[in-house]
């Protein structure tokens, strides 16, 4: 299921990371790796904050539904 999907509070197993070549590099660059964990912490208006490799990031729900959980 996309991460968009997931319950805050919730750590959750990335296991596939979609898009294009560009999008996947870029998500790669924040932390966001398969096999990695990623919480949702909070969704604010669609866009989602996550805690990643001890990192906070916002995404947005348009990335974060390339996110597979």
């Not at 924040?30 to 904050?49: A, K, M």
């Amino acid at each position: 299921m996309p991460l968009t999907m997931a319950r805050a509070g919730e750590e959750n197993c990335i296991k596939k990371i979609g898009g294009k070549a560009e999008t996947r590099q870029f998500l790669e660059s924040l932390g966001f790796v398969v096999g990695g964990s990623v919480t949702v912490i909070t969704e604010i208006g669609g866009n989602v904050i996550v805690n990643v490799k001890e990192s906070r990031i916002a995404i947005s729900r348009e990335m974060a539904n390339k996110i597979i959980i």
